[in-house]
């Protein structure tokens, strides 16, 4: 029987009477990396915020290891779990004091949080930058310091949404081989929402397709990508439905 760290059911998001989700039931498995895929406007980066627990559903229900959320277990569910904007949102200091933010928020000691914020820029390959200011950085260092924020935190659970959009081909290889090498490295589940199928199959273990605020398909990603059931994914893939 498969374990999912998270799971919906009937997850519906409204905003001014109109369903942006509809009825989503996802699965995610721990410690693996699982694609939400789509053309834009469909309410990939909606299923992360409630996901994340950022917004509240209009109806349905999140299971995080099968126990439903509660508002009294809300706060002890946000901690584990954190989200990377598209467009990195970095304070206008330096990239220590970018990475550490979380770690004094939750008052870590100073000499653990230096030990952490100097550990999490070796992973993300921007040793040395401690003292550069974060928004005079190029988008893919930008990006990587967002990354480097939220791992420091030590997430079970990591939202990305569409991560490399943005980036030129460098900087994408480069944060595809950093989110490959966190979640091999430290088994984080990661959660990806992206347009891109060919970035979905190099990154994911398994992949959900959103369209028109339902996931209409799940499964393993190259079953879905190279043999998939609904036709509209099909369509997807030949270019026929725009992104």
Same mark, same amino acid.
């Given at each position: 029987?498969?374990?999912?760290?998270?799971?919906?059911?009937?997850?519906?998001?409204?905003?001014?009477?109109?369903?942006?989700?509809?009825?989503?039931?996802?699965?995610?498995?721990?410690?693996?990396?699982?694609?939400?895929?789509?053309?834009?406007?469909?309410?990939?980066?909606?299923?992360?915020?409630?996901?994340?627990?950022? #917004?509240?559903?209009?109806?349905?229900?999140?299971?995080?290891?099968?126990?439903?959320?509660?508002?009294?277990?809300?706060?002890?569910?946000?901690?584990?779990?954190?989200?990377? =904007?598209?467009?990195?949102?970095?304070?206008?200091?330096?990239?220590?004091?970018?990475?550490? +933010?979380?770690?004094?928020?939750?008052?870590?000691?100073?000499?653990?949080?230096?030990?952490?914020?100097?550990?999490?820029?070796?992973?993300?390959?921007?040793?040395?930058?401690?003292?550069?200011?974060?928004?005079?950085?190029?988008?893919?260092?930008?990006?990587?310091?967002?990354?480097?924020?939220?791992?420091?935190?030590?997430?079970?659970?990591?939202?990305?949404?569409?991560?490399?959009?943005?980036?030129?081909?460098?900087?994408?290889?480069?944060? #595809? #081989?950093?989110?490959? +090498?966190?979640?091999?490295?430290?088994?984080?589940?990661?959660?990806?929402?992206?347009?891109?199928? =060919?970035?979905?199959?190099?990154?994911?273990?398994?992949?959900?397709?959103?369209? #028109?605020?339902?996931?209409?398909?799940?499964?393993?990603?190259?079953?879905?990508?190279?043999?998939?059931?609904?036709?509209?994914?099909?369509?997807?893939?030949?270019?026929?439905?725009?992104?």
């Amino acid at each position: 029987m498969r374990k999912f760290i998270i799971r919906t059911h009937n997850l519906t998001k409204e905003y001014d009477g109109e369903a942006i989700l509809k009825k989503v039931d996802l699965g995610l498995e721990r410690g693996r990396i699982h694609a939400i895929v789509g053309p834009s406007g469909v309410g990939k980066s909606v299923l992360l915020r409630l996901l994340n627990l950022l #917004e509240e559903p209009t109806s349905g229900e999140i299971y995080f290891d099968e126990k439903a959320l509660k508002e009294n277990n809300r706060l002890e569910l946000q901690r584990r779990m954190t989200l990377v =904007f598209q467009k990195p949102v970095l304070f206008n200091t330096s990239v220590y004091e970018n990475i550490a +933010y979380g770690l004094k928020v939750r008052r870590e000691n100073r000499r653990r949080v230096s030990r952490k914020v100097r550990k999490a820029l070796r992973v993300v390959g921007l040793r040395g930058y401690e003292h550069k200011r974060a928004r005079n950085l190029s988008g893919g260092e930008k990006q990587r310091v967002a990354i480097a924020r939220a791992m420091v935190l030590e997430p079970e659970i990591l939202f990305l949404d569409e991560p490399t959009s943005d980036l030129d081909p460098r900087n994408v290889a480069i944060i #595809e #081989e950093l989110i490959k +090498y966190i979640n091999e490295k430290f088994k984080t589940t990661i959660v990806i929402a992206t347009h891109n199928i =060919f970035q979905a199959t190099r990154l994911a273990h398994e992949a959900s397709f959103l369209f #028109e605020g339902r996931i209409i398909e799940s499964g393993r990603t190259q079953e879905i990508f190279t043999d998939p059931k609904d036709r509209r994914i099909l369509k997807f893939i030949e270019g026929k439905i725009i992104f």
